[in-house]
């Protein structure tokens, strides 16, 4: 059994700032995937970022990067120079078999102008 | 790309009616996945469909829910006798999957919102 644990129900920063959103997991697998998916309101979810468990570099897509820390099944995911198109919610995800995606609840991100 | 889309997109219906909703994946996409997310929630995996073959079917919420993907391309979920507590969004994504692959990108629909009054 996966479990995915967000527990930063809302987050507010100011624009151009950066901002860390929280994520723990738990899995029986050996071999797991983490990702991280915003949500706009009203609009689809779309893919952030993810992470290989098998690898010990932190993931990177521009300004998202994420801190994953295996042993304390930690995965975090940091936003640099937040813009006000980042308000939404962000989901963190466990993939650890062929089964479908592990979310958590969700952070609802606000961004300060 | 024109991504996947989900009709209808909205939907209201009165307790113990059918329901019926459909799923066009991405194209070349041969894997399908079906989610529900109630309000507050993160998406609840249902299901899923590789090709035509539905393999893994366990965490549909009772057995009035089931899913189809007969040629390998759209997929419906339907609900049978609908209750107040389905309401719901029900969002689907597709990916092109390779045997025993987990770590392909899943791509979201816009979902369709229930409503069961």
């Known amino acids: 059994a996966q479990t995915v644990t967000q527990s930063q129900p809302e987050m507010s920063v100011q624009e151009a700032e950066t901002v860390t959103l929280s994520c723990t997991y738990d899995?029986?697998?050996?071999?797991?995937?983490l990702f991280w998916y915003k949500q706009p309101p009203s609009r689809q979810m779309i893919l952030v970022i993810r992470?290989?468990?098998?690898?010990?570099q932190n993931a990177t897509e521009n300004r998202f990067s994420v801190n994953f820390q295996k042993a304390a099944k930690s995965f975090s995911l940091k936003i640099s120079d937040s813009q006000l198109g980042d308000a939404a919610m962000y989901f963190c995800?466990?993939?650890?078999?062929?089964?479908?995606?592990?979310f958590g609840k969700g952070t609802h991100l606000i961004i300060q102008p | 790309d024109t991504g996947v889309s989900q009709n209808p997109r909205h939907k209201i219906t009165k307790r113990g009616q059918n329901v019926t909703f459909r799923c066009d994946p991405i194209?070349?996409?041969?894997?399908l996945y079906w989610y529900r997310q109630t309000l507050g929630q993160g998406p609840e995996f249902l299901t899923y469909?590789?090709?035509?073959?539905?393999?893994?079917k366990s965490r549909l919420l009772s057995d009035r829910f089931s899913a189809e993907r007969p040629k390998g391309s759209f997929s419906t979920l339907e609900i049978q006798r609908t209750e107040q507590g389905d309401s719901a969004m029900y969002l689907c994504?597709?990916?092109?999957?390779?045997?025993?692959?987990?770590?392909?990108?899943?791509?979201f629909g816009p979902g369709t919102r229930l409503l069961v009054l």
């Open positions: 469909f590789q090709n035509e073959a539905q393999l893994e």
């Open positions: 994504a597709s990916s092109l999957g390779t045997s025993g692959a987990t770590q392909e990108t899943q791509y």
């Open positions: 992470q290989e468990a098998y690898k010990q």
């Open positions: 194209s070349e996409h041969n894997r």
């Open positions: 899995t029986s697998e050996s071999d797991y995937y």
């Open positions: 995800a466990n993939r650890g078999g062929a089964d479908g995606l592990t």
